[in-house]
């Protein structure tokens, strides 16, 4: 157990829906990173935030948005969903001490079929 | 454009004997690199990591290697055990770019008896 938790574990909607995936990261960690896996693909970075703020930013689509709350929990807000937006969705933590070498620990993960 | 590639999807090895799995990279500026292990409908599990000041990084049975002037990265298991059957995941961060690891598109070891 990793410590980062994931809600829902499974999420089945319609194209066209909004989505709300939600993370709340370990206990002492202010960075919150999300990565998508699609079919045949490795995971790719979405969004980073640190403490509130928005760090970094990979291929997030427009259409997803993301933010991190007081309490550090995270939300990935997914809209007009697409089939091609079915895929695993990954929520990961780190301490981010500013060092070089810094582990992110990842949750279970929410896994969105798009029908 | 894939800057962490492992060329292997698959690979099997008995158990007792070595495993290794490989992977490259194209981005000069990645500096911290990392294997995760994967189970399916489990998130990745975090085994070993390594600086590029280092050349080499042991765990238990878990040895990673890095040459750099290669871009190459290699992980070692030995011996190896049927629970080391998984999809591992080679991954790499630029220090500046907000840590943002980019993955490699995994092998999936099989162990067998």
């Known amino acids: 157990d990793s410590g980062v938790t994931q809600t829902p574990k499974h999420l089945i909607t319609a194209t066209g829906q909004r989505v709300t995936l939600r993370c709340s990261p370990r206990s002492g960690d202010l960075s919150v990173y999300w990565y998508q896996q699609s079919l045949d693909q490795g995971l790719q970075f979405l969004i980073q935030y640190y403490n509130g703020e928005e760090r970094a930013k990979g291929n997030i689509l427009e259409r997803f948005s993301a933010q991190q709350f007081p309490d550090l929990h995270s939300e990935l807000n997914l809209s007009s969903l697409e089939l091609g937006d079915s895929a695993l969705y990954f929520c990961?933590?780190?301490?981010?001490?500013?060092?070089?070498?810094?582990?992110?620990?990842f949750g279970p993960g929410t896994r969105l079929l798009v029908l | 454009d894939q800057q962490v590639k492992q060329n292997s999807p698959s690979l099997s090895v008995q158990e007792g004997r070595i495993s290794i799995l490989n992977c490259d990279y194209t981005?000069?500026?990645?500096?911290?690199f990392l294997w995760y292990k994967k189970y399916p409908a489990e998130g990745p599990t975090f085994l070993i990591s390594?600086?590029?000041?280092?050349d080499k990084n042991e765990d238990g049975r878990f040895t990673v290697f890095l040459n750099k002037s290669a871009k190459h990265l290699s992980l070692h298991i030995v011996p190896s055990q049927p629970g080391d059957s998984a999809v591992y995941f080679c991954a790499a961060s630029e220090n500046w770019a907000g840590y943002a690891l980019n993955f490699g598109k995994g092998t999936s070891l099989l162990v067998t008896p």
């Open positions: 390594i600086s590029s000041i280092k």
């Open positions: 981005n000069s500026m990645f500096d911290y």
């Open positions: 990961a933590s780190s301490v981010e001490s500013r060092s070089t070498g810094e582990t992110q620990y």
